[in-house]
């Protein structure tokens, strides 16, 4: 049966489509951690870019207004996180859990003094950004069903991906922001404003997570509900890990948990027991932390040998 579901269009369009958020997550996560950052703040930037998507949407009946404003959301958490973490010289990871927290609580308060909703935006009237038929692809057989037909917010994604890899390997910018990240003190005596780049590499990894989050709310569902991110940012740490900073394999890792996540999904309708299948892509997060540090102690050995032999 699980086999069945496995090899099924259905399911592997849904592969793509609960990818999407993580992947845009993760996307975020690199940028921050090429720039000698981590983003612990994304699954809050997520969880805030949601509620923003779908307050302005409705107040604009306009859900690219809703979009804009998710990114907005993320520029000024990740900002927000860069002033305290690098200006105030607070600790980073205790920064971006507090975004976090004040996330999860905040965006509660704020849909239910605007609009009176607990939990949920049921009396908005928000709007959702449209799905795209891909012209030619949508008539193949297989591929067809399965690329075609998702939310235009799947597809820009993908053109994050290359305008990252973009980013990285063939700007000025992408190369500072390596060179901060690998090396700040040597970045900082050639003239490089290692503060100003930081500042830089969290504002666009809060833009990408909330433009992740507005997916949530305008794509994956057309409302806001509390706690919707369900661990999306925190698992995308874990896809970030795995990517190694790459902006492509950040494409692989992501689709893993997105995999483990839609598998989770199907397997509600088969006799296991329901609290084994909602752990399953959480396991998969530790699994893949486990890997990335048993791999990453093998190269240090390997390289701590070739420089003693």
């Known amino acids: 049966m699980i086999m069945h579901m496995i ?4 399911f592997w369009f849904a ?4 990818t999407t958020p993580i992947l845009y997550a993760t996307l975020g996560a690199v940028i921050a951690s090429r720039a000698g950052a981590i983003n612990i703040g994304i699954e809050g930037t997520m969880l805030t870019g949601a509620l923003m998507g779908v307050l302005f949407s409705a107040l ?32 980073i990871v205790l920064t971006g859990i507090a975004i976090n927290i004040l996330s999860a609580g905040g965006t509660i308060f704020l849909l239910t003094t605007i609009t009176g909703d607990k939990g949920i935006s049921t009396s908005l009237n928000s709007k959702v950004l449209p799905n795209i038929d891909m012209p030619f692809i949508a008539d193949l057989p297989v591929i067809g069903p399965i ?10 994604v993908l053109v994050c991906i ?20 690998e090396a700040p003190e040597s970045a900082d005596s050639v003239g490089i404003n290692v503060f100003k780049i930081k500042i830089i590499a969290l504002v666009l990894s809060g833009i990408l997570a909330g ?8 794509g994956y569902m057309s409302w806001f ?6 661990g999306r940012g925190y698992i995308a740490l874990a896809a970030r890990a795995i990517a190694g900073n790459s902006s492509v394999g950040a ?45 990453n102690n093998k190269r240090e050995v390997m390289r701590k040998k070739r420089q003693l032999g």
Do not use: C
């Open 15 to 18: 592969v793509i489509r609960v």
């Open 251 to 295: 494409l692989f890792a992501s689709l893993l948990f997105g995999f483990a996540d839609t598998l989770s999904n199907y397997l509600q309708s088969v006799q296991i027991p329901v609290e084994f299948i909602h752990m399953i892509p959480y396991v998969i997060t530790i699994l893949g932390f486990i890997v990335i540090s048993v791999v």
């Open 60 to 91: 604009t009946q306009n859900a690219w207004m809703g979009l804009l404003a998710a990114m907005l959301s993320g520029a000024l958490l990740g900002a927000m996180l860069a002033y305290f973490a690098l200006k105030m010289k607070s600790n």
């Open 147 to 156: 690329l075609s037909g998702h939310n235009v917010l799947t597809y820009l």
């Open 211 to 218: 433009m992740g989050g507005a997916f949530l709310s305008m």
């Open 7 to 10: 090899w099924n269009d259905a």
């Open 162 to 181: 290359v305008m990252v890899h973009i980013l990285f390997n063939h700007t000025a910018l992408g190369l500072r922001i390596r060179a901060v990240g």
């Open 225 to 230: 509900s509390a706690g919707m991110t369900a």
